[in-house]
C-alpha cells in the first residue's frame, strides 16, 4: 500500500515570514514528486515538481528532496495571505502509474 | 502545461439517476484520471481512463457505478449511476503528459438529493 503522509494542519505562519511543509513517502522507488496548492473550492494546481534529490527553487517556492529519508518539503518564503490555503503532495512512482496524493496540509498565513 | 476542460461544473441531481461528465483537454496527453475529492478530503483516484479500452478501477470502484470512456487521447467522460447522497461530491479530471506532471480540471460539484 503505497502512502503519502503530511501535517493537517493547520499551519499558522505572520506575513513575510517562512512556511515549512512537510511529506513523507512510503514506497522507496517513488521518482517523481509533486505539491499542489488548492485553494478552498478550487481544483489542485501544480506549484512545483522535483525528481532528483537537493533543493529546486522557483521565485518564493522552494522544494527540497531527500530520497534516503523518503522526505519532501515545501518552503515558502515572504509568505502572504494569498498564500492561504490546503498544500497537496503527490508522489508518482512510475511514469504512466497514477498519482498518490497526502491528506493536505491547511497553510493559514496571518495579516 | 496542459489545459483542461470539464463539464458541467456544477449539478444538483435527484436519486436514481445518472450524471456523465465530459472533459476535453487541450492537447494529446498520455495519461488521463478521474478522481473524486469529498469534503475536507484529498482526492481518491477512481480510474485510470485507457485509450479505447476498458479503464483501470482502483479498490472501491466498479465500472457498473462508474462507467468511464476515452474515444481519444484528447477526451474523456465520466458517468456516475444510479446515484445516491453518498455520491454528493467533487469530481475532478486530470491529465498528463511527457513532462510526467498531472494538470487538473476545474472540477465538477456534484450534489445528490
Known amino acids: 500500500q503505497k502512502e503519502v503522509e503530511q501535517n493537517s494542519g493547520p499551519l499558522s505562519v505572520p506575513e513575510g515570514a517562512i512556511a515549512s511543509l512537510n511529506c513523507t513517502y512510503s514506497?522507496?522507488?517513488?521518482?517523481?514528486f509533486f505539491w499542489y496548492r488548492q485553494y478552498s473550492g478550487k481544483s489542485p494546481e501544480l506549484i512545483m515538481s522535483?525528481?532528483?534529490?537537493g533543493d529546486k527553487e522557483d521565485g518564493r517556492f522552494t522544494a527540497q528532496l531527500n530520497k534516503a529519508s523518503q522526505y519532501v518539503s515545501l518552503l515558502i518564503r515572504d509568505s502572504q495571505p494569498s498564500d492561504s490555503a490546503t498544500y497537496l503532495c503527490?508522489?508518482?512512482?512510475?511514469?504512466?502509474?497514477?498519482?498518490?496524493f497526502g491528506p493536505g496540509t491547511r497553510l493559514s498565513v496571518l495579516p | 502545461s496542459a489545459v483542461i476542460s470539464q463539464k458541467p461544473s456544477r449539478d444538483i441531481c435527484q436519486r436514481g439517476t445518472s450524471l456523465t461528465i465530459q472533459c476535453q483537454v487541450d492537447s494529446q496527453v498520455t495519461m488521463m484520471f478521474w478522481y473524486r475529492q469529498q469534503p475536507g478530503q484529498s482526492l481518491t483516484l477512481i480510474a485510470t481512463a485507457n485509450q479505447g479500452s476498458e479503464a483501470t478501477y482502483e479498490s472501491g470502484f466498479v465500472i457498473d457505478k462508474f462507467p468511464i470512456s476515452r474515444p481519444n487521447l484528447t477526451f474523456s467522460t465520466l458517468t456516475v449511476s444510479n446515484m445516491s447522497p453518498e455520491d454528493s461530491s467533487i469530481y475532478l479530471c486530470?491529465?498528463?503528459?511527457?513532462?510526467?506532471?498531472?494538470?487538473f480540471g476545474e472540477g465538477s460539484r456534484l450534489t445528490v438529493l
Open positions: 514506497d522507496r522507488v517513488s521518482q517523481s
Open positions: 522535483i525528481y532528483s534529490n
Open positions: 486530470s491529465g498528463g503528459g511527457a513532462t510526467g506532471e498531472l494538470f
Open positions: 503527490a508522489v508518482n512512482v512510475y511514469y504512466g502509474q497514477n498519482f498518490v
